[in-house]
Every structure is written in C-alpha cells, then in structure tokens.
C-alpha cells in the first residue's frame, strides 16, 4: 500500500509541476489543452520512476517504514527514507520548471509547497486562476492520496494541501483536499 502511496503521491506532484510550467509558459487556453495528455504521460513516467526500484523500500536506518507498518505522523512519514528517495526525483522535476518544492507534514496535513520563478507573482494576471483551476482539475489525485495516507499514518482525517507562493513568498494559491 505504502508503494502505492508514493507513485500516487509522486504523480499527483507531477502533474502540479507540469500544470504550474504550462500555467507559467502559455496562455490559459494553450494549458487548458497541453495539461491532459501531457499530465498522463508525467503520470506514467513519474509512477514507473516511483515503482522502478522493489528494494527502495527495504532500508534498515531510523527513518525507514515502522514495524506497525504505519507512521505516527505525516512529518515522519515525508521523512522516511522512501518517501525521500521518491522526493529528490520530484523536486528536481519542479527545479526544471523554475520552481522549488517544499514538501512537509503539518499536523494532519501533507504539504506541498511551491514557490514559482521570479516574475510571477499574486499580481500576475490570470495566475491564480490558471492555478486554482488546474488544482479543481487534479482535486481526485489529491483525494485518493489523502484516503490513502489514512493506511500510512496515525493521522485523523488526513488532508493533502497544495500552496503555490511566489518568490516573495505570498500566497498565490492555495487548497486543501480531503480524502473520502
């Protein structure tokens, strides 16, 4: 299941780095068209990455999976060894796309956090939009990676909640997902 998770969860980040880059290089029609067949392929691509190594999962160090087989906290679930290995990949996706990525727990929620390249920014025109949009779009990645943190983590009610900042660090958009 913890598998599972993590090719979601690297999916579903993703195709966020690949919404923001469109969001970012085009106009909203030209992402509105690129985002689905271009968000499939980041899917399989990124699920093939999470799933190419079996033994991934098998470290011995202090942040490798619990013996219960679920983590006390989202913090020390995205701080696992596996959900590291898996992470490095994502970012750097991010990175390619002018973007960081801060991914972390707080509380019952997993967060990821981008901040977009210099030049966009909350008065951007359009920006929030095109990015709240593309989240409503992505919200049943988002849902099924929330019901699934439920098998991972002691955790009630876990919610996974996108924020995209700009480089000053104001939120341009931000939400929320719950699983059902």
Do not use: H
Request: charged share 20%; glycine share 8%; with cysteine.
């Amino acid at each position: 299941m913890k598998k599972r998770t993590l090719s979601i969860m690297a999916a579903g980040v993703g195709s966020l780095c690949l919404m923001a880059s469109l969001s970012a290089c085009g106009s909203s029609n030209a992402a509105d068209d690129a985002t689905p067949s271009q968000t499939q392929s980041s899917k399989a691509n990124t699920t093939k990455t999470a799933t190419a190594n079996p033994d991934a999962s098998k470290s011995t160090s202090d942040t490798s999976s619990p013996a219960s087989g679920r983590y006390k906290s989202i913090d020390e679930y995205v701080k696992s060894d596996e959900v590291q290995s898996q992470l490095s990949s994502v970012k750097s996706q991010a990175e390619s796309g002018g973007m960081s990525l801060d991914v972390r727990g707080e509380g019952n929620a997993l967060v990821y956090d981008f901040t977009l390249p210099d030049g966009m920014s909350a008065s951007t025109a359009g920006l929030a939009d095109q990015l709240n949009s593309g989240l409503d779009k992505q919200a049943s990645t988002f849902q099924s990676i929330a019901t699934m943190m439920k098998s991972a983590v002691e955790v009630d009610n876990p919610v996974v909640r996108v924020i995209y900042r700009d480089a000053s660090g104001a939120t341009v958009a931000s939400k929320d997902f719950a699983g059902k």
